[in-house]
């Protein structure tokens, strides 16, 4: 469910008004994660890296209250929820865009992506949960190695948003360079600083 707030009852009242009429209001993190865990579990138990990846993101945003909110247009939305966008290549060799509902449960996190990317790949369909979710983009583009991405300001989409490549062997470690981009509106460095330290401990928790 989403609803409009006013900015001024919330911690973000000073945020909106600087940053809502910026003429670049995005900011883009950048950092390397050890996944060396994560491919460890992804290999063992025979999961896809990107579902593994995309729950991590999920429960590391899930700890951060300012996910839960999102300029959107000239609103402020409060949501319920979040949600988890993954790339999907189709039937005919295109791409599609597929929002998974994050959810702690782990084995119905498994369930719901398989399902769905399933579903968007046979029928070409985009399904899109933003309007009762506040969804976190993700776009993997595995076929090179990234030192990092910087994401565009459309002045339509806000939402949270983070890019990675091919990850990278290093000795007996893997490492994963990542950027996250974010509306300032939204959050502060700090509270992004905050969602990366959260994902590098929810990758190394994984099991």
């Not at 900011?27 to 994560?38: E, G, Q, S, W, Y």
């Not at 899930?62 to 988890?84: N, R």
């Not at 969804?135 to 190695?145: D, F, L, M, R």
């Not at 994963?176 to 190394?204: C, R, V, W, Y």
Request: with cysteine; proline share 3%; glycine share 4%.
């Amino acid at each position: 469910m989403a609803r409009e707030i006013d900015p001024k009852d919330t911690t973000r009242a000073m945020a909106f008004e600087l940053w809502m009429k910026a003429p670049n209001p995005m900011v883009t993190f950048f950092k390397t994660l050890d996944i060396t865990n994560l491919i460890k579990v992804s290999r063992k138990k025979k999961l896809k890296f990107n579902l593994l990846m995309d729950y991590c993101i999920g429960k590391a945003a899930a700890d951060v209250k300012e996910f839960y909110i999102l300029p959107v247009g000239d609103k402020l939305m409060q949501y319920d929820t979040i949600a988890v966008n993954t790339i999907v290549m189709n039937k005919n060799g295109e791409v599609n865009s597929c929002d998974i509902l994050y959810t702690d449960n782990f084995r119905k996190f498994y369930q719901d992506y398989m399902k769905y990317t399933t579903q968007v790949a046979k029928t070409c369909q985009d399904r899109d949960l933003s309007e009762n979710s506040m969804v976190i983009g993700t776009s993997a583009i595995v076929e090179t190695e990234l030192d990092g991405v910087v994401g565009m300001n459309s002045g339509i989409f806000h939402n949270p948003f983070l890019f990675w490549g091919k990850y990278r062997k290093k000795w007996f470690r893997y490492e994963l360079p990542i950027s996250f981009q974010f509306h300032h509106t939204q959050m502060d460095g700090a509270h992004a600083g905050e969602f990366l330290e959260n994902l590098q401990k929810e990758i190394n928790r994984l099991k």
